[in-house]
């Protein structure tokens, strides 16, 4: 059973587009992480969000935090071929750090 | 290549048969994690080393299931009498497991394939 809800499950756009993904649990997280994975390839890891209402930005990419540390976002600014992927959301669950993701959201960038 | 490596990319096996895979995690890692995805899913946690010592099992892992970390360094992960739903990507993570740091590096998995 996931424990995070992400939307949308997929996403086609045109390149030069703006989109966000969203990350949703009725628990509180002491912190979550943002995965990227390309086909055929493990998640690699793209940022951990601790404090709630922090942003941290990475190049195009800018992920938030909610206030209340139950959810999250992904915005990508200008989206390119490359960013085509699955993002996944995920957060540590007890003692041995094993990690809970959500079904992910898988993005098309179409050039 | 100093990342986590995982043996072999692809296996394709009939229904009844045993397969083991290999995971290499990063030398200096003491957390080796094992994970399962299917198709358009996230990662499902399978199960979870310290050292040798295997600390955590999910449901997820029947009995037909068994893996190792015999010298607290490479794992293996055994699926016996395959079925058609144990069809997935076997993924392979590892982590320093310092307090409060949950950062996994994950290998490029397994995909099995069960006909």
């Known amino acids: 059973t996931q424990l995070l809800e992400q939307s949308p499950q997929f996403l086609s756009i045109q390149e030069g587009e703006n989109l966000t993904v969203y990350c949703n649990s009725s628990s509180v997280f002491s912190s979550l992480q943002w995965y990227r994975q390309e086909p055929g390839e493990g998640p690699v890891l793209l940022v951990t969000v601790v404090t709630g209402g922090e942003v941290k930005k990475l190049k195009r990419l800018t992920f938030q935090f909610g206030d209340a540390r139950k959810d999250s976002s992904l915005h990508i600014t200008a989206a390119q071929p490359g960013d085509t992927g699955l993002y996944l959301c995920?957060?540590?669950?007890?003692?041995?750090?094993?990690?809970?993701f959500g079904q992910g959201t898988t993005l098309q960038v179409k050039p | 290549d100093t990342g986590v490596s995982q043996d072999p990319r692809h296996k394709i096996t009939k229904r009844g048969q045993n397969v083991t895979f290999r995971c290499d995690p990063i030398s200096e890692h003491n957390r080796l994690y094992w994970y399962r995805q299917t198709l358009g899913q996230g990662p499902e946690f399978l199960t979870y080393f310290q050292n040798e010592a295997q600390l955590e099992k999910s449901r997820l892992l029947s009995d037909r299931f068994s893996a190792e970390r015999p010298k607290g360094s490479f794992s293996t992960l055994e699926i016996q009498r395959t079925e058609q739903g144990d069809s997935a990507m076997y993924l392979c993570a590892s982590s320093l497991g310092l307090a409060g740091e949950n950062e996994q590096f994950f290998g490029p998995g397994t995909r099995l394939t069960v006909l």
């Open positions: 995920a957060k540590g669950s007890g003692n041995t750090g094993k990690l809970i």
